[in-house]
């Protein structure tokens, strides 16, 4: 697999178009870091981490709304083959501040709100809306 993080959110975004309840995702600290926002900022329901030995597994409760999905929408911006990067002053907004952007910088993932309020850039890893 070339790139987990595309496929972590192509897992979520075709569990949510089959409106399951939960989604499992092979496990890293990135894939936390990042189910860690999803759940913060009230996308999802609930986030376990499961140990199977390996790597573990990132089991994520999906949230709905009268039938609807919470996240409308998912997007990979920075590829293995393009990275994309941002500095703190020029972070990108998603849906004009109605989005989240997720940042990788060097004081960890973070959001873009809380990257530019600890003004560090760095590679911005998705878009969610």
Same mark, same amino acid.
Request: glycine share 12%; net charge positive; charged share 25%.
């Given at each position: 697999?070339?790139?987990?993080?595309?496929?972590? $959110?192509?897992?979520? =975004?075709? !569990?949510?178009?089959? *409106?399951?309840?939960?989604?499992?995702?092979? +496990? #890293?600290?990135? *894939? =936390?870091?990042?189910?860690?926002?999803?759940?913060?900022? &009230?996308?999802?329901? /609930?986030?376990?981490?499961?140990?199977?030995? $390996?790597?573990?597994?990132?089991?994520?409760? $999906?949230?709905?709304?009268?039938?609807? @999905?919470?996240? #409308? &929408?998912?997007? =990979?911006? #920075?590829? @293995? +083959?393009?990275?994309?990067?941002? /500095? !703190?002053?020029?972070? @990108?907004?998603?849906? +004009?501040?109605? +989005?989240? %952007?997720?940042? #990788?910088?060097?004081?960890?993932?973070?959001?873009?709100?809380? !990257? *530019? %309020? !600890?003004?560090?850039?760095?590679?911005?890893?998705?878009?969610?809306?």
């Amino acid at each position: 697999m070339t790139d987990p993080i595309a496929d972590m $959110l192509t897992r979520i =975004r075709n !569990a949510l178009t089959a *409106k399951h309840e939960k989604v499992e995702v092979p +496990g #890293s600290n990135m *894939k =936390r870091a990042i189910a860690n926002i999803l759940l913060a900022e &009230g996308y999802v329901k /609930g986030v376990e981490f499961v140990d199977d030995g $390996l790597s573990g597994k990132i089991v994520i409760d $999906l949230k709905y709304t009268e039938g609807k @999905p919470v996240i #409308s &929408g998912l997007k =990979r911006v #920075s590829k @293995p +083959g393009l990275r994309n990067y941002s /500095g !703190a002053e020029k972070m @990108p907004k998603v849906l +004009g501040g109605l +989005g989240t %952007a997720i940042v #990788s910088t060097s004081k960890g993932i973070m959001t873009d709100k809380q !990257a *530019k %309020a !600890a003004n560090v850039g760095g590679e911005v890893l998705c878009f969610v809306w």
